[in-house]
C-alpha cells in the first residue's frame, strides 16, 4: 500500500535544516567545551527568571494560557503598543511557520535572500511556495533587490532578517522604511528582528503597528538567553495579528515558558550585563581574528562572521578543524559568504579555547 501523502510532502527531502551540536556530539562521541555556534546567549536567562520558573514547575500539570495575556501586556508595555499589537508563539521559527500558512498556497511566489536565515525558507517549501531570492551586496541584505523582485512577481511575502544572520550587517533606519514606500502593497514585509536586543534604538526602523504590511519578529532565544524556551514574538497590525487566531497552536506555549519569559522582562539590569557581556566577547573575538591576519564583518548582533582569507572550501576545513578540537561554531552556506565562520559570544573561557584552536585550524586547513 502506497503511503498518500499530499503532493507537497511527496516533493520534499525529508531534512533537519541545521545540524544540531547534539548531533555532532553523537558523532563525535564527546561534548563540545565551546558550544559558540547557534547563537544562542552562554550568558543564560536572568536569575529572577529561572527563580519564578523552578517555582512554576509545581503548576507544570496546567496548560498555560492560550492567550499568552499577562506575557503579551508585559510585551507590548516594553514596546509602548497594545496588546492587540502583538502574538507570542513558540519561537520566531514557529511563528514563521505561521505567517507562511497564512499567505501563501501552492505555486505562490516569496522572495528572501539567498543565504540568509534558511528556516523560512523550509516554511514556505513545506506551503508549496516558490521561494525566489535576491542577492547579498557587500555582505548586507539588498533592499533595491528584493523590493525590485518581490514587485515583479507580485509576492505574497518578503523576507528580510535585520540584522542579518549569518552576517551580522544591518541595514539602517532610514533603509528599511523606505522599503515600504516603494513595495507593492500585496506584498507583506517580514521583518525578522531576532537581534534587535542588542541593536542601538535609533538604528530600528520605526515602522510596525499601524502598518498592515508589516511584521516584525522578535525573540527571547538571543539577549534573554531562553532559547531552549521557544518564546518568540510578532509585533503587527490588530488585523493581522488577530488572523494568527485562526491558524495557530493555542496551546503551543509551554507554562514555564511563558512564566520565565514574563519574569525576564522585568530584569532589565540582567539584560544590560548581557549585552555588555556580549560587547566584550565579540570585541575579544575580533582582536583573535586580526590576531591571526582575518578580517571581520561588523555585526550588529551576539555573533561575529570572520573571513578566513579564501573560499568556502577552505573555510570549511577551519570549521570541521574547530569541531574536532571541541569548539562549535557555523558557517554560512553561500558563496561569497561561506569564506567566513560565524562565531557566537561566549564565556571567557569560551575565547580562550578559540583563542588557542583558531590558529590551528587556519594552519590546518592551509597545509590540507
Ligand atoms: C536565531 C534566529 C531565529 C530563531 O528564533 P527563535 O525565536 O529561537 O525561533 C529567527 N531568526 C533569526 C534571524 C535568527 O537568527
Redesign the pocket.
Known sequence: MPINYTQIVRSLPSSVPFVGPEAQERELDRIFDARIGA?ESVFGPSPQAMEEMKKAMNSIWMYGDPENFDLKLAIAKKHNLNAENILVGE????I?GYLVRMFVEQGDNVVTTDGS?P?FNYHVNGYGGILIKAKFKNDHENPDELVEKANSCKAKIMYV?NP??PMGTINNANTIESILENLNQETILCL?E??ADFVPENELPKIGETNKQVLR?R????AYGM?GA???YCIGHPDLISSFDKVRNHFGMCRVSQIGALASLEDKDHLNLVIEKVRNSIQKLETIAKENGCEVIPTYTNFLAIDCGFDGLFAKKVLDNLVSNGIFVRMPFTSPQNRCIRVSAGTEDDMELFKKFFPIALNEAKRL
Open positions: 547563537n519561537g520566531i521559527d514557529g514563521l536565515y528556516t532578517s542579518n544572520n525578522d531576532a537581534y519578529m525573540t527571547f532565544s538571543k532559547a521557544r518564546v518568540g
